[in-house]
């Protein structure tokens, strides 16, 4: 099948600001379909089911693995996170821009399987001391949270070069400005036809 839409994940740190910069620069993307993930990470104050996250248990997760329900999912920081495969695929066949938000294991799944329709951009702070200083100040998440998404981190920043893009968060209206021609170029590959098809085409 083929499909219409186009994939743009977004990858960083917890508390690069993955988040913010999606608000900041919403309206000036154009429409696009948000894929909204499945954990098993508790609800942080003020989060709803079904807008931020759907909450599932271990054990819903893992029926759902089973199930063959999702398009990618991981471990990440000690919990499940996954992507649900029905609404991306809808979103993708009604041509729309899909903006996914997952850590980088997601994010070589998602180019094993769809890399010809997919762009990247690792978003992260300027430095780490930076990133410590806004997990602290987001309030979210108690010491040993931060602790270990500090650690994960570390590691992460290793995967950077596996992107198209890196957006330094330094502002938000620049990281914003930056964010919104990337999603510009990630459309460029909506409808891309097939190589093959193109080449005979073209030829003539
Ligand atoms: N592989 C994968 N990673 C995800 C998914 N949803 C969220 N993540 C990643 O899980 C990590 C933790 O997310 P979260 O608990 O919301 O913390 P936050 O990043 O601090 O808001 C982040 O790196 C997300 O990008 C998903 O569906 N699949
Ligand atoms: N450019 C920035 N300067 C200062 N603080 C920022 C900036 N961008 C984001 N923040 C703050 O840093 C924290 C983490 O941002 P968030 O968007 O929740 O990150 P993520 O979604 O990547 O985990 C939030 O409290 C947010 O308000």
């Not at 997990?135 to 992107?163: F, M, P, Q, S, W």
Request: glycine residues 6%; hydrophobic residues 35%; contains cysteine.
């Amino acid at each position: 099948m083929m499909q219409k839409g186009a994939i743009l994940v977004l990858s960083g740190p917890s508390g690069a600001g993955k988040s913010t910069i999606i608000n900041a620069a919403s309206d000036e993307i154009g429409e696009y379909y948000f894929s909204i993930s499945t954990t098993t990470r508790d609800p942080r104050m003020g989060e709803q089911d079904g807008v931020d996250y759907f909450f599932v248990s271990k054990k819903e997760f893992e029926e759902d693995i089973k199930a063959g329900n999702f398009l990618e999912y991981a471990q990440v920081h000690g919990n499940y996170y996954g992507t649900s495969l029905k609404p991306v695929n809808q979103a993708l066949e009604q041509g729309k821009l899909v903006i996914f938000d997952i850590d980088i294991q997601g994010h070589r799944l998602v180019r094993a399987k769809m890399d010809d329709i997919t762009t990247s951009a690792f978003i992260t702070p300027p430095t780490l001391k930076e990133l410590e200083t806004r997990l602290r100040a987001r309030c979210t998440d108690d010491e040993e949270v931060i602790l270990r998404r500090i650690a994960n981190a570390k590691e992460e920043i290793r995967a950077v070069g596996e992107y198209d893009f890196t957006i330094i968060n330094d502002t938000v209206e620049e990281a914003a400005q930056k964010f919104i021609i990337v999603a510009k170029a990630a459309r460029l590959k909506q409808s891309r036809e097939d190589e093959e098809k193109f080449i005979q085409r073209w030829l003539g």
